[in-house]
């Protein structure tokens, strides 16, 4: 059984620019949440996606996007890159109906 | 909003010792609360949670207690090992996280 994957693993962009992050679940999770965690902080809820249809969504603008595959893979897309979007980025796959959630390693975004 | 907060960014305790890390929430429509830690380089794992059905629940060395009235909840971990130095977030059934408390377990 494979864990849940995200990459790359680090990213250097530049404001303005758009990006994109990729998740792959671990098998049989069909639920993916991103989260974004800024330094000092707690990860912070993006959105979450079921079955490829957005199933809820944190504070976060319409320049956070996302889409989930068939086979449950996910992407996180962040148009119009600011400074502040600087963080590690998350994604945490789940069961339907389950709380417990399993965290990939993260993506960490540098915004110059 | 901070559904969640973990007021204490740091705990240091020696091995062997009870280490008592804190989280307080605010909105009580939420009942299930669960601790992830969190090594660096690594996503957070899961660890132990807590239904609202529940004042305790514990597995192993790792034990969560809830305080409804005060919205309260604590995990105790006895006994501390300096494998347990990471970084503990509490989290409710909304996928609100608290900042994190950073654990040192010296030996």
């Known amino acids: 059984e494979t864990g849940v994957t995200q990459s790359p693993t680090h990213l250097i962009k530049t404001r303005g620019q758009q990006v994109t992050l990729r998740c792959s679940s671990q098998s049989g999770h069909n639920t993916v949440s991103w989260y974004q965690q800024a330094l000092g902080q707690g990860p912070q809820f993006i959105f979450q996606y079921y079955r490829e249809e957005e199933n809820g969504r944190g504070n976060f603008p319409p320049r956070f996007s996302g889409l989930q595959f068939p086979n449950y893979s996910s992407e996180l897309n962040v148009n119009a890159l600011e400074l502040d979007d600087s963080a590690l980025y998350l994604c945490?796959?789940?069961?339907?109906?389950?709380?417990?959630?399993?965290f990939g390693p993260g993506t960490r975004l540098l915004v110059l | 909003d901070q559904q969640v907060k973990q007021n204490s960014p740091s705990l240091s305790v020696q091995e062997g010792r009870i280490s008592i890390l804190n989280c307080d929430y605010t909105n009580s429509m939420f009942d299930y609360f669960l601790w992830y830690k969190k090594y660096p380089a690594e996503g957070p794992t899961f660890l132990i949670s807590?239904?609202?059905?529940?004042d305790k629940n514990e597995d192993g060395r790792f034990t969560v207690f809830l305080n409804k009235s005060a919205k309260h909840l604590s995990l105790h971990i006895v006994p501390s090992q300096p494998g347990d130095s990471a970084v503990y977030f509490c989290?409710?059934?909304?996928?609100?996280f608290g900042a994190g408390t950073r654990l040192t377990v010296k030996p």
């Open positions: 989290a409710n059934n909304d996928m609100r």
């Open positions: 945490a796959s789940s069961l339907p109906g389950k709380e417990t959630q399993y």
């Open positions: 807590i239904s609202s059905i529940k």
